[in-house]
């Protein structure tokens, strides 16, 4: 019999058992119980047989696919008695049970097949040495800097099935949470840090150190990391809401384990290039955010300085059309002292104020509109409501105070102000008075008070309620992690042009496809400037309930399928999602190629975004 070349290779690994070399005994073990197993060749057939054609390419396809896995569990089980050699047993976790636990995931479609182990480094040294042993031995790592990825994937990697040879490629992930150092410098507002600083360990340095600076907060929390969010290209509400736009620098460990620093670092001006983000030469930065180029292990973000005065605003309009109009006359007249505004449907609303009326509606069903009026009135909102935040001296807040209430007079129903300071200081003389603490007006005054702290640049909680609110358990003696609290999220998150006519259509879209899938339709818009803004649409359901699951995924393609075709593409993608990128062929060459020369053994983060 002729072997193919696939054949030859595993009977030369076989065959190996008599030389003693290249192949350990549980793997060649494996091998030759996994070859026993294929069922006998007939002696003799026509090459026109179908029959046996097609039982040669079974034979084929069983073979290769032993061989890819033991080869695959052979290089993972020799890195892995390298790793161990430099982490110690607490910072590398493999238990299957602990491994399962921690890739919990709000899409109900984790990757645990996928992932081997958890390695928590602790400083870029080790990074570097597990960089070169997944080389030499072709194992993926996916890094995350928290892993907090709620709603996109958490800690999960893209899905990598490999059709031809069923089977997935085993990979780690390397979680750097552990990693936690921050550097300021006092005089530009520039501060350094590592993957596992969050928001909540920024916010301490800055009060221990007396800093006044605003914390680029997002609705993910406390609890999640500032890197990984710009990584991601994440955005808040403050003035610098764009936050990889805030990145001046940053540092990155490539594929063969060579650490990466700007032209303008390499050219002796270190300090400078953590003032001025285009640096000198080609910028390159970029690539390591949403993308598979590199291990990032530092970053230099410019902090906003916590103005004079901040003063939220509040308004509300009926229609769409009117308010998509009057955010962008705002942006164009006073958009460098306001942070993003926001335009919540009355769905949004009520999700943020109500709890859920479960008991009420059917599975499949969205809240009929008679009931959501109700609702809607008794927590005195519009359809559409704004919120946005002016930031700056007594002046100049004054003055754009008097901008905002000259545009938004005639067309909205009201305008409300609020300042972060005042109305915390009401909420602490409340605080005193136990007997008022149940009145609805007072609860929505704390309720307020919350919100009003993320547009104030301090972290909060406030937002992720939302993830738990058709299903989950909220924690009360720990911090919120809607992936391990049993949340059923999915973000759909387009860009939309910042233009009345656009914006309608893809809302009248987004209300049409979640209403067929029975997903309630909460939409927000924020803008991302005067000319485009971004879609948030939680996908909300019950992970316990296969039914709800397989149609929150159905909802997120459908909303992805229509929304491409009118041009309104996620700004940022889930990872059960990422394939869609190299389906469509919209991977640009490039990047292909830059890919291939950087990473030839495609070890870090394979999948991501399409490459
Ligand atoms: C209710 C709710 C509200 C939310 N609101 C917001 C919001 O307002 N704005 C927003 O942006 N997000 C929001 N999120 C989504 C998400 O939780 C945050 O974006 C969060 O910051 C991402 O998780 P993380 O910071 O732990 O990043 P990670 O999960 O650590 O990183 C995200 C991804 O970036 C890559 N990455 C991370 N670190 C590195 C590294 N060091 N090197 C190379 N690649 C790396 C990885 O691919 C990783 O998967 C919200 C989520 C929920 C549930």
């Known amino acids: 019999m002729v072997m193919n070349n696939k054949e030859s290779t595993v009977a030369a690994l076989l065959k190996s058992k008599h ?41 084929v396809a069983v073979l290769h696919e032993n061989m890819y896995l033991h080869l695959g569990n052979f290089r993972m089980e020799r890195a892995l008695e390298e790793w161990s050699n430099i982490f110690s047993p607490d910072q590398i976790c493999t238990d299957p049970n602990m491994l399962k636990t921690l890739l919990q995931d709000c899409s109900a479609m984790e990757q645990v097949n996928q992932v081997r182990a958890v390695i928590y480094p602790t400083d870029k040294e080790q990074i570097v040495k597990l960089v070169k042993i997944s080389n030499k031995f072709k194992i993926p790592i996916y890094p995350v800097s928290t892993g907090n990825n709620w709603g996109y994937g958490s800690m999960n990697p893209p899905p990598q099935h490999d059709v031809s040879t ?19 410098d006092i005089k530009s507002g520039v501060v350094t840090v590592q993957p596992g600083v969050t928001q909540r360990l920024l916010n301490q340095y800055l009060k221990d150190n007396n800093l006044s600076y605003l914390i680029p907060v997002t609705g993910g929390g406390p609890d999640t990391s500032l890197l990984g969010n710009a990584l991601e290209r994440g955005y808040g509400i403050t003035p610098h809401a764009d936050h990889f736009s805030a990145c001046m620098s940053l540092e990155a460990i490539l594929p063969n384990g060579e650490v990466y620093n700007s032209m303008l670092h390499q050219m002796g001006a270190p300090q400078i290039d953590k003032l001025y983000k285009w640096g000198t030469g080609p910028y390159v930065c970029g690539i390591f955010t949403q993308g598979n180029f590199g291990i990032v292990t530092e970053m230099s973000i410019a902090l906003a300085t916590r103005p004079e005065r901040v003063e939220a605003f509040f308004f509300a309009v009926d229609e769409l059309d ?4 009057k955010v962008k006359e705002i942006l164009t007249k006073i958009g460098n002292v306001t942070g993003s505004i926001n335009l919540m449907n009355n ?5 943020m104020t109500l709890p859920y009326p479960k ?3 059917g599975k499949d069903q969205v809240i009929p509109d008679e009931m959501l009026s109700n609702m809607q009135k008794s927590i005195g909102v519009s359809n559409w409501n704004g919120a946005g935040t002016i930031y700056g001296s007594e002046q100049v807040v004054k003055a754009a105070k008097k901008e905002i209430k000259k545009i938004l007079k005639q067309s909205t129903r009201k305008i409300i102000f609020l300042n972060p300071k005042e109305t915390s200081t009401y909420c602490s003389i409340l605080d005193k008075v136990s007997f008022v603490q149940n009145i609805p007006i007072v609860k929505a005054l704390y309720a307020v008070n919350e919100s009003l702290k993320l547009m104030n640049g301090e972290p909060s909680q406030v937002a992720l309620p939302l ?10 003696e720990k911090p919120m992690n809607p992936s391990q609290d049993g ?6 998150a387009p860009l939309v042009p910042l233009h009345p006519e656009n914006v309608q259509e893809f809302v009248e879209l987004a209300q049409r496809v979640c209403i067929k899938h029975g997903i309630e339709p909460l939409i927000t818009l924020t803008s991302m400037n005067d000319r485009a803004c971004d879609s948030t649409i939680p996908i909300l359901f019950d992970r316990s309930d296969p039914e709800q699951v397989k149609k929150a995924h159905q909802c997120f393609d459908e909303l992805f399928e229509e929304g491409s075709k009118l041009g309104y593409v996620p700004y940022r993608l889930n990872v059960n999602a990422m ?3 190299s389906d469509r062929k919209a991977v640009p060459s490039i990047l292909k190629s830059l890919k291939t020369a950087i990473d030839p053994n495609n070890i870090i983060a394979p999948g991501r975004y399409g490459l």
């Open 359 to 361: 008991e009420k509606i």
């Open 322 to 325: 009117v308010g998509v109009q």
């Open 347 to 351: 769905r949004r609303m009520i999700s």
């Open 166 to 184: 069923n089977s997935v490629r085993e990979g780690i992930i390397l979680n750097m949470s552990r990693m936690t150092e921050i550097k300021f």
């Open 487 to 492: 949340c059923g999220l999915l973000w759909f």
């Open 19 to 59: 030389t003693g070399s290249l192949v350990s005994n549980s793997v060649r073990n494996k091998m030759e119980i996994s070859h026993a197993n294929l069922s006998p060749i007939k002696p003799y057939m026509q090459e026109e047989d179908v029959e046996y054609q097609q039982h040669e390419q079974h034979q």
């Open 467 to 476: 993830a738990y609110w058709k299903a989950g358990k909220k924690p009360t």
């Open 579 to 581: 394939r869609k990128v």
